[in-house]
């Protein structure tokens, strides 16, 4: 252990202040699998402010080790050190990132700048993390690399530099932020000679003016510009020419000792981090275009299939909805067939006329009118057609609310007297009669029996089955059942309720009723609110199930986006490393990636809902019906958003947690 002792007097100031750093027994052990190497066996020593030293020492001694745990970017596996009078081995990794940026400056042999960020973004970087107003911010950048030479190149890219050039740029960095500590590792290593000269010169100016210099190099020359060398051996302090007097008086007077980062708050988040992290964000994104484009991709598949599949799930709904509605919803149907016989509708021939006379007679009932259809030829001059001809009763439009449009329906009377008169419907207007001729009072032969027409139903479009409705004609229930249908029962018995409220109570007298005519419950009645209900569970499993298949698209594509994020952050880990050497707490790396990830995905997001009702409306363009609801729209563009906070998160913690002595040696 080496025993430090003042063998020079030194200026009061720098007595006064006392030591800035003070090392006893570091030590250090590497633990790879199973073999653990110490590798610095108790280093013991005192810096003062405004000293300039130089670490000495062949390649593998420890310098380097060293120099990371002196700059709170590695912690010593044992020993104490003492940072203006504070304890900092213990400090939380987010108060040694506040202790970095507020005390260290970094010079590294490999200048670790940021490959795309231009000379004044790079310098910027410790002063966002500190929360220094842009405009301040960019002022002093210009001004440091300015007085550096660098006014010149000010908005080049590292790769637009030279070495020398680069490592003026990384000491403008260190110094951004004050730097009263500057800590370069071999910085002139990978220089020429006259750019190394540059940079050691620099160094001197800079001690001149009153910052503390740790300089570490293999080289003894290099060493020898130092006002005090300290010779390093397999880990151990072999020799120390001690502490030297301070450069100038004027360089006293700019001590720093009032470091507060062991007491101070540290904020959450603020304004210029959030800024930033948006900024590196684009900045990564537009750097990595295709890559970009194809996440989004996965992204805007997801959100635009969410819109336009829930559009086109919730338009066939209301469309159903609509047809089942415009047939009234105050409507029972009774059908031949017993109840457990579900699908038997019509193959039984139970219900006659006479029942629904006797139904129609019940209180609380508007109509009931029996049915029967069947297949039929329209013939008119040279025209023939096949259609369905519907025998039923006079009170038919009233009970099916589907009225006559021109002329009239039949009649009661035309009913008992068995009257030959058919109604019809417009398609078959349009497909029998010659255009302009008038139907009405004209014969028509239907399966060649002579009927007169004495109206023409208003038009009615498609069912909710699809199927067109006005394709049918109309005779009495008699006349039909005795000339078309050759028998005497009907297919079914519509009835209208007067009061929607009691349709429950009409549905139990009807069923007693024909209970008491038929001595069976060989019937079947169904109502259209229960009709409807049944419509509207199907449609919305239908939609659900749309919307599913869209969610699992959404779901990969935010896998897409994590994998993106995890090769980032795998491939951006040196990245990672310099920010955190210039300041960055675990907060801004967080933040930085999952901003990045939350950018991918809500203009992804956006793009996606736009193209999602894109895409409904050119379905609606080829007749599908389009429901617009803010709900899945609303719930696709959060998905995404969640999406690229969940999906970002684990990547971004990944490189929230690495130490930065760790990013930085990744390659
Ligand atoms: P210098 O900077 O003086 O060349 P280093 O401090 O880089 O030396 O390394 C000192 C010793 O520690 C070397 O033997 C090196 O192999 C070892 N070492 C450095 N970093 C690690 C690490 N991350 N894991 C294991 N061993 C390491
Ligand atoms: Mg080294």
């Avoid at 199973?34 to 390649?59: K, N, R």
């Avoid at 609380?364 to 096949?386: C, F, I, N, W």
């Avoid at 363009?621 to 389009?626: A, D, L």
Wanted: proline share 4%; hydrophobic share 45%.
């Amino acid at each position: 252990m080496n025993e430090i002792r003042l063998r020079e007097p030194i200026l009061a100031a720098q007595q006064a202040a006392g030591a800035l750093i003070e090392l006893d027994r570091i030590t250090k052990t590497y633990t790879r699998g199973d073999v653990s190497v110490e590798v610095l066996h108790g280093i013991s020593l005192s810096i003062y402010p405004g000293e300039f030293v130089a670490i000495m020492g062949a390649s593998g001694s420890g310098k380097s080790t060293l120099m990371n745990i002196l700059g709170c970017l590695d912690r010593p596996s044992g020993g104490s050190y003492r940072f203006a009078g504070h304890e900092v081995s213990t400090l939380d990794r987010d108060r040694q990132a506040l202790l970095r940026r507020e005390a260290f400056g970094f010079i590294f042999q490999q200048y670790n700048l940021l490959a795309n960020a231009d000379a004044v973004e790079n310098v910027e970087v410790p002063a966002v993390y500190a929360g220094l107003p842009r405009s301040e911010r960019m002022a002093r950048a210009r001004g440091i690399l300015t007085s550096l030479g660098l006014g010149e190149r000010l908005d080049h890219r590292p790769n637009q530099l030279s070495g020398g050039q680069q490592q003026r740029v990384s000491i403008a960095r260190a110094l951004m932020n004050g730097g009263q500590v500057i800590l370069a590792d071999e910085p002139t290593g990978a220089l020429d000679s006259k750019s190394g000269e540059d940079v050691l010169r620099l160094l001197e100016n800079l001690n001149a003016d009153g910052h503390t210099v740790l300089l570490i190099t293999h080289d003894p020359k290099v060493a020898e510009r130092a006002r005090r060398v300290i010779e390093i051996r397999d880990g151990e302090i072999i020799s120390d020419s001690g502490p030297a007097p301070l450069s100038t008086e004027a360089a006293a007077l700019r001590f720093r000792t009032d470091y507060a980062f062991g007491r101070k708050r540290v904020p959450m988040v603020t304004g210029p981090d959030m800024m930033e992290a948006g900024k590196v964000a684009l900045r990564s994104l537009r750097a990595n275009v295709l890559r970009t484009i194809l996440t989004l991709l996965g992204i805007i598949v997801g959100v635009a299939s969410v819109v336009a599949m829930v559009a086109i799930g919730d338009g066939a709904k209301q469309d159903v909805m609509r047809r089942i509605q415009a047939m009234g919803t105050n409507l029972l149907l009774v059908r031949p067939g017993a109840p457990n016989m579900r699908m038997a509708g019509g193959t039984t021939a139970t219900l006659i006329a006479a029942d629904a006379e006797a139904i129609e007679d019940l209180p609380d009932v508007d109509h009931a009118v029996g049915e029967y259809q069947s297949s039929v030829t329209v013939r008119y001059g040279t025209a023939d057609y096949l259609t369905q001809a519907n025998s039923t009763g006079p009170s038919f439009p009233q009970a099916r609310d589907w009225p006559v449009a021109r002329g009239s329906f039949f009649s009661a009377d035309d009913m008992r007297g068995y009257a030959p008169v058919v109604v019809l419907g417009q398609t078959i207007v349009k497909n029998v009669f010659p255009p302009g001729e008038d139907p009405l009072g004209k014969y028509v032969l239907l399966n060649n029996v002579p009927f007169q027409v004495t109206g023409i139903m208003a038009a009615r479009g498609a069912s909710p089955m699809g199927s067109d409705q006005d394709d049918i004609v109309f005779t009495p229930l008699t006349t039909g059942q005795l000339r078309l249908h050759g028998q005497r029962h009907v297919r079914t018995i519509t009835v209208q309720v007067e009061d929607v409220t009691k349709i429950d109570q009409v549905q139990a007298a009807i069923r007693n009723l024909l209970i008491e005519r038929h001595r069976a419950e060989d019937f079947q009645i169904r109502n259209m609110a229960s009709i409807l209900e049944t419509a509207t569970q199907t449609q919305n499993t239908m939609t659900i199930l749309l919307g599913s298949i869209a969610a699992i698209s959404l779901m990969v594509g935010g896998i897409g986006v994590m994998n993106i994020m995890l090769v980032s952050v795998t491939e951006r880990t040196r990245e990672i490393g310099i920010r955190m050497a210039t300041g960055a707490r675990r907060i801004n790396i967080l933040m930085q990636f999952n901003t990045e990830a939350v950018v991918v995905c809500g203009i992804g997001g956006l793009i996606g809902i736009a193209g999602g009702i894109g895409a409904a409306m050119v379905m609606s363009r080829f007749g599908w019906s389009i429901a617009y609801n803010v709900w899945p729209v609303a719930l696709a563009f959060g998905c995404a958003f969640a999406t690229g906070l969940v999906f970002g998160f684990l990547p971004a913690r990944k490189a929230a947690n690495l130490d930065p002595v760790v990013a930085l040696g990744a390659e």
